[in-house]
Protein backbone atom coordinates (compact mmCIF):
# COMPACT_ATOMS: atom_id res chain seq x y z
CA UNK A 1 0.00 0.00 0.00
CA UNK A 2 2.82 2.39 0.69
CA UNK A 3 4.07 1.54 -2.12
CA UNK A 4 1.46 1.80 -4.13
CA UNK A 5 1.23 6.07 -2.71
CA UNK A 6 4.77 6.67 -3.55
CA UNK A 7 4.25 5.86 -6.53
CA UNK A 8 1.18 7.86 -6.83
CA UNK A 9 3.35 11.17 -5.78
CA UNK A 10 5.99 10.20 -7.81
CA UNK A 11 3.41 10.03 -11.13
CA UNK A 12 1.79 13.51 -9.59
CA UNK A 13 5.55 15.07 -9.22
CA UNK A 14 6.31 14.08 -12.42
CA UNK A 15 3.33 15.74 -14.27
CA UNK A 16 3.11 18.16 -12.26
CA UNK A 17 6.72 19.46 -13.89
CA UNK A 18 5.78 17.88 -17.09
CA UNK A 19 3.08 20.59 -17.65
CA UNK A 20 4.98 23.34 -15.94
CA UNK A 21 7.86 22.61 -18.57
CA UNK A 22 5.72 23.09 -21.53
CA UNK A 23 4.11 25.93 -20.03
CA UNK A 24 7.66 27.75 -19.99
CA UNK A 25 8.47 26.10 -23.02
CA UNK A 26 5.11 27.59 -24.75
CA UNK A 27 5.86 31.01 -22.87
CA UNK A 28 9.60 31.72 -24.34
CA UNK A 29 8.42 30.52 -28.04
CA UNK A 30 5.64 32.83 -27.75
CA UNK A 31 8.07 35.75 -26.71
CA UNK A 32 11.04 35.75 -28.29
CA UNK A 33 9.93 33.16 -31.38
CA UNK A 34 6.09 32.86 -33.13
CA UNK A 35 3.11 34.20 -31.33
CA UNK A 36 -0.09 32.92 -33.49
CA UNK A 37 -3.19 35.66 -34.33
CA UNK A 38 -6.51 35.80 -35.30
CA UNK A 39 -8.10 38.33 -37.68
CA UNK A 40 -11.42 39.89 -36.19
CA UNK A 41 -11.92 43.03 -39.11
CA UNK A 42 -12.00 43.44 -42.37
CA UNK A 43 -9.49 46.11 -42.70
CA UNK A 44 -6.69 44.25 -44.48
CA UNK A 45 -8.95 42.41 -47.34
CA UNK A 46 -7.62 40.98 -49.82
CA UNK A 47 -4.33 40.39 -47.85
CA UNK A 48 -6.55 38.96 -44.86
CA UNK A 49 -9.78 37.47 -44.09
CA UNK A 50 -11.83 37.38 -41.49
CA UNK A 51 -11.32 34.17 -39.56
CA UNK A 52 -7.54 33.72 -40.92
CA UNK A 53 -5.09 32.41 -38.05
CA UNK A 54 -1.49 33.65 -39.00
CA UNK A 55 2.14 33.30 -36.74
CA UNK A 56 3.93 36.31 -36.08
CA UNK A 57 7.49 36.44 -36.07
CA UNK A 58 8.28 38.12 -32.41
CA UNK A 59 11.94 38.61 -33.44
CA UNK A 60 11.83 40.18 -37.00
CA UNK A 61 12.26 43.79 -35.89
CA UNK A 62 13.64 43.21 -32.19
CA UNK A 63 12.10 43.34 -28.54
CA UNK A 64 10.14 45.28 -26.59
CA UNK A 65 7.85 45.35 -23.45
CA UNK A 66 5.52 44.42 -25.78
CA UNK A 67 6.63 41.34 -26.81
CA UNK A 68 5.99 39.79 -23.47
CA UNK A 69 2.46 38.37 -22.65
CA UNK A 70 -0.01 41.52 -21.49
CA UNK A 71 2.95 44.33 -22.55
CA UNK A 72 4.85 43.32 -19.29
CA UNK A 73 8.27 43.46 -20.40
CA UNK A 74 11.02 44.40 -17.67
CA UNK A 75 12.44 47.69 -20.14
CA UNK A 76 11.28 50.53 -22.00
CA UNK A 77 12.88 50.88 -25.50
CA UNK A 78 13.89 48.21 -28.20
CA UNK A 79 16.70 45.70 -27.89
CA UNK A 80 17.46 44.05 -30.82
CA UNK A 81 16.32 46.75 -33.06
CA UNK A 82 15.38 46.14 -37.07
CA UNK A 83 13.00 48.41 -38.58
CA UNK A 84 10.27 47.20 -40.56
CA UNK A 85 10.76 47.30 -44.36
CA UNK A 86 7.98 49.27 -46.60
CA UNK A 87 5.50 46.93 -47.28
CA UNK A 88 5.41 44.34 -44.30
CA UNK A 89 1.97 43.35 -42.74
CA UNK A 90 3.14 43.81 -38.90
CA UNK A 91 1.24 43.75 -35.70
CA UNK A 92 1.60 46.35 -33.00
CA UNK A 93 -0.33 47.95 -30.03
CA UNK A 94 -2.60 50.76 -30.79
CA UNK A 95 -0.82 53.83 -29.85
CA UNK A 96 -4.05 55.72 -28.62
CA UNK A 97 -7.06 54.58 -26.76
CA UNK A 98 -6.72 51.17 -25.49
CA UNK A 99 -3.52 49.45 -26.56
CA UNK A 100 -5.03 46.54 -28.45
CA UNK A 101 -3.49 44.31 -31.07
CA UNK A 102 -3.52 45.91 -34.29
CA UNK A 103 -2.64 44.40 -37.91
CA UNK A 104 -1.95 46.64 -40.95
CA UNK A 105 1.07 47.24 -43.42
CA UNK A 106 3.53 49.21 -42.81
CA UNK A 107 4.11 52.32 -45.13
CA UNK A 108 5.97 54.86 -43.88
CA UNK A 109 9.50 55.28 -42.10
CA UNK A 110 10.87 57.72 -39.82
CA UNK A 111 11.07 60.99 -41.81
CA UNK A 112 8.81 60.13 -44.46
CA UNK A 113 6.22 61.95 -45.68
CA UNK A 114 2.95 60.42 -47.31
CA UNK A 115 -0.60 61.84 -48.69
CA UNK A 116 -3.60 60.11 -50.38
CA UNK A 117 -4.58 62.03 -53.76
CA UNK A 118 -7.74 61.02 -55.37
CA UNK A 119 -7.41 57.43 -53.73
CA UNK A 120 -3.29 57.40 -54.76
CA UNK A 121 -0.72 57.06 -51.93
CA UNK A 122 2.57 59.50 -52.49
CA UNK A 123 5.63 58.57 -50.77
CA UNK A 124 8.26 61.34 -50.32
CA UNK A 125 6.47 62.83 -53.19
CA UNK A 126 6.20 60.07 -55.66
CA UNK A 127 2.92 58.26 -56.83
CA UNK A 128 3.14 54.66 -55.84
CA UNK A 129 2.32 52.96 -58.74
CA UNK A 130 -1.47 51.63 -58.94
CA UNK A 131 -2.61 49.29 -61.62
CA UNK A 132 -6.91 48.12 -61.88
CA UNK A 133 -7.22 44.74 -61.68
CA UNK A 134 -10.14 42.47 -61.54
CA UNK A 135 -12.69 42.75 -58.74
CA UNK A 136 -12.05 41.45 -55.56
CA UNK A 137 -15.60 39.19 -55.46
CA UNK A 138 -16.61 36.99 -52.42
CA UNK A 139 -18.97 36.78 -49.99
CA UNK A 140 -19.19 39.53 -46.59
CA UNK A 141 -19.33 37.94 -42.94
CA UNK A 142 -22.96 37.60 -43.35
CA UNK A 143 -23.23 35.84 -46.91
CA UNK A 144 -24.08 38.72 -48.80
CA UNK A 145 -22.18 38.50 -52.10
CA UNK A 146 -20.18 41.34 -53.64
CA UNK A 147 -18.04 42.94 -55.98
CA UNK A 148 -15.39 45.61 -54.73
CA UNK A 149 -13.09 47.58 -56.98
CA UNK A 150 -9.39 46.08 -56.51
CA UNK A 151 -5.86 47.38 -57.44
CA UNK A 152 -2.12 46.17 -57.43
CA UNK A 153 -0.16 48.50 -55.85
CA UNK A 154 3.63 48.31 -56.48
CA UNK A 155 6.27 49.88 -54.22
CA UNK A 156 9.86 51.44 -55.47
CA UNK A 157 10.93 48.16 -54.23
CA UNK A 158 9.19 46.29 -56.39
CA UNK A 159 7.03 44.58 -53.34
CA UNK A 160 3.74 44.14 -55.14
CA UNK A 161 0.13 43.84 -52.77
CA UNK A 162 -3.56 43.96 -54.04
CA UNK A 163 -5.96 46.77 -52.20
CA UNK A 164 -9.67 47.40 -52.52
CA UNK A 165 -11.21 50.68 -53.05
CA UNK A 166 -14.66 50.26 -51.76
CA UNK A 167 -16.14 53.70 -52.05
CA UNK A 168 -15.02 56.65 -54.43
CA UNK A 169 -13.97 59.80 -52.87
CA UNK A 170 -14.02 57.66 -49.31
CA UNK A 171 -13.42 60.15 -46.38
CA UNK A 172 -9.69 59.39 -46.39
CA UNK A 173 -8.62 59.43 -49.80
CA UNK A 174 -7.19 62.96 -49.96
CA UNK A 175 -5.70 63.65 -47.14
CA UNK A 176 -2.97 66.28 -45.67
CA UNK A 177 1.14 65.48 -46.03
CA UNK A 178 1.87 63.25 -43.02
CA UNK A 179 5.89 63.56 -41.85
CA UNK A 180 6.45 60.19 -40.15
CA UNK A 181 8.60 61.77 -37.25
CA UNK A 182 11.46 59.96 -36.04
CA UNK A 183 10.95 56.54 -33.99
CA UNK A 184 7.68 56.25 -35.90
CA UNK A 185 5.98 54.32 -38.16
CA UNK A 186 3.40 55.22 -40.34
CA UNK A 187 0.78 52.17 -41.34
CA UNK A 188 -2.44 51.43 -43.46
CA UNK A 189 -4.85 49.05 -44.29
CA UNK A 190 -5.47 46.92 -47.68
CA UNK A 191 -8.90 48.27 -47.19
CA UNK A 192 -8.18 51.48 -48.06
CA UNK A 193 -12.02 52.73 -47.05
CA UNK A 194 -12.59 50.52 -44.47
CA UNK A 195 -9.84 50.61 -41.71
CA UNK A 196 -9.00 53.04 -39.22
CA UNK A 197 -4.95 53.42 -39.45
CA UNK A 198 -2.62 56.17 -39.41
CA UNK A 199 -4.40 58.64 -41.56
CA UNK A 200 -6.53 58.97 -38.75
CA UNK A 201 -4.50 60.91 -35.97
CA UNK A 202 -6.99 61.10 -33.29
CA UNK A 203 -7.23 57.38 -33.68
CA UNK A 204 -4.37 55.89 -34.39
CA UNK A 205 -1.99 58.32 -35.99
CA UNK A 206 2.28 57.47 -36.07
CA UNK A 207 3.32 54.01 -34.83
CA UNK A 208 6.16 54.20 -31.81
CA UNK A 209 8.25 51.81 -33.39
CA UNK A 210 8.56 50.36 -29.45
CA UNK A 211 4.98 49.58 -30.32
CA UNK A 212 5.95 46.61 -33.00
CA UNK A 213 4.88 43.22 -31.93
CA UNK A 214 6.56 41.36 -34.75
CA UNK A 215 6.22 40.45 -38.75
CA UNK A 216 3.14 38.21 -39.90
CA UNK A 217 4.89 35.34 -42.02
CA UNK A 218 2.10 32.51 -42.78
CA UNK A 219 -1.46 32.06 -42.60
CA UNK A 220 -1.50 28.54 -41.18
CA UNK A 221 -5.24 28.31 -40.87
CA UNK A 222 -8.39 29.93 -42.22
CA UNK A 223 -11.74 29.41 -41.51
CA UNK A 224 -15.04 30.49 -42.69
CA UNK A 225 -17.87 32.57 -40.86
CA UNK A 226 -17.70 32.48 -36.77
CA UNK A 227 -16.27 29.02 -36.89
CA UNK A 228 -13.80 28.64 -33.66
CA UNK A 229 -10.38 26.80 -34.54
CA UNK A 230 -11.35 24.88 -30.98
CA UNK A 231 -14.89 23.68 -33.37
CA UNK A 232 -12.48 21.18 -34.25
CA UNK A 233 -15.29 18.74 -35.89
CA UNK A 234 -16.37 22.02 -37.62
CA UNK A 235 -13.17 22.52 -38.96
CA UNK A 236 -12.68 20.56 -42.19
CA UNK A 237 -15.92 21.96 -43.80
CA UNK A 238 -15.11 25.50 -42.58
CA UNK A 239 -11.58 25.67 -43.29
CA UNK A 240 -10.55 27.63 -46.55
CA UNK A 241 -7.72 25.37 -47.58
CA UNK A 242 -6.33 27.72 -50.75
CA UNK A 243 -5.42 29.74 -48.22
CA UNK A 244 -3.49 27.68 -45.89
CA UNK A 245 -0.25 28.30 -45.67
CA UNK A 246 0.25 31.40 -47.71
CA UNK A 247 3.00 34.05 -47.15
CA UNK A 248 2.77 37.02 -46.34
CA UNK A 249 5.91 39.20 -46.34
Do not use: C
Request: charged share 25%; hydrophobic share 40%.
Amino acid sequence: MKEDVVKDERWLGETIRTVVYAVLIAMVIRTFAFEPFKIPSESMLPTLKIGDYLFVSKYSYGFSKHSFPFSMGPFDGRILEDLPERGDVAVFKKPKGEPIDYIKRIMGLPGDKLQMIDGVLYINGTAVKRERVEDYVDRDFYGNFRRIAQYKETLPSGKTYMTLDMVRNGSADNTEVFTVPAGHLFAMGDNRDNSTDSRFLSQVGYIPVENLVGRAEIIFMSLEGDTSFLEIWKVPFAARWDRVFDSLN
